[in-house]
């Protein structure tokens, strides 16, 4: 072979392995979605580095990028997102909604004991069969103080009265993995619809004004445990970029 072709082949062989280097396969980091804190926290033990490992938490979750140096492939990634308890779950379904008096009934009959914790779901369930026999609601609600009210009624052979709790207490916990360490106090408020004609039957709504600082609150809680159980990594407050794409 001539000496100049020599040099052309070289310079294919040189350009061929430049258009091969722009296209070489990036492999791709692997995701990991968790179902429970502890779980997080034991796969940051195993997977992760205090020096590498960084994790950032918002409204609504955790990411992790497990080795931030990592630069020729796409990160490792871990999820997890935080999740209602089922006790909360139920009384959210009947939140900031007119239900009659049957639902709220039966709802509050298939309470665990001592989840209302101001007063008994007995005697509140007493207090509602009350105005089942109700024809007609007289005048306005009797407030006693800021926790409670007395309604007085019509039934078919004389008058009578039920007094409701307008703040309720429930004790329960907040997020799922809640159940043996932290449960949270939530004040509901109870709102009664006068019925409008003969025909009709008290409604009843619940509340929750303070749910968001409830929700906040919870979210602390979960983010100490998880920095007393990661003692020296990095965890910072906000949503990482590279996760969320």
């Not at 209302?116 to 005697?123: G, I, K, Q």
């Not at 939530?186 to 749910?211: G, H, N």
């Amino acid at each position: 072979m001539t000496e100049k072709k020599s040099n052309e082949m070289n310079n294919i062989e040189k350009k061929h392995l430049t258009i091969m280097k722009g296209n070489v396969f990036q492999p791709k980091g692997t995701q990991y979605r968790v179902d429970s804190l502890s779980s997080l926290v034991d796969l940051v033990k195993a997977k992760g580095d205090p020096q590498k490992t960084v994790l950032f938490y918002y409204e609504s979750g955790i990411d992790v990028v497990l080795d931030d140096t990592i630069e020729y492939r796409t990160k490792d990634l871990a999820f997890f997102s935080f999740r209602l308890s089922p006790e909360l779950e139920e009384w959210n379904a009947l939140m900031n909604r007119w239900v009659t008096q049957k639902i709220l009934i039966d709802f509050l009959t298939h309470r665990e004991p001592r989840e209302l914790t101001l007063v008994d779901e007995v005697s509140l369930i007493n207090q509602l069969e009350k105005l089942k026999l109700a024809t007609t609601i007289v005048g306005d609600y009797q407030y006693h103080d800021r926790n409670n009210f007395t309604v007085m009624f019509k039934v078919e052979d004389g008058e009578g009265s039920a007094t409701l709790p307008s703040v309720i207490e429930v004790r329960i916990p907040f997020f799922l993995e809640n159940k043996d360490n932290f449960s949270k106090t939530i004040e509901i408020e109870l709102e009664l619809s006068k019925p409008r004609s003969a025909d009709e039957k008290p409604q009843f709504k619940m509340t929750c004004p303070k749910y968001s600082r409830y929700y906040r609150e919870a979210v602390e809680n979960e983010i100490s445990k998880l920095k007393q159980s990661l003692s020296g990594y990095l965890i910072l407050a906000g949503a990482n970029e590279i996760a969320r794409h």
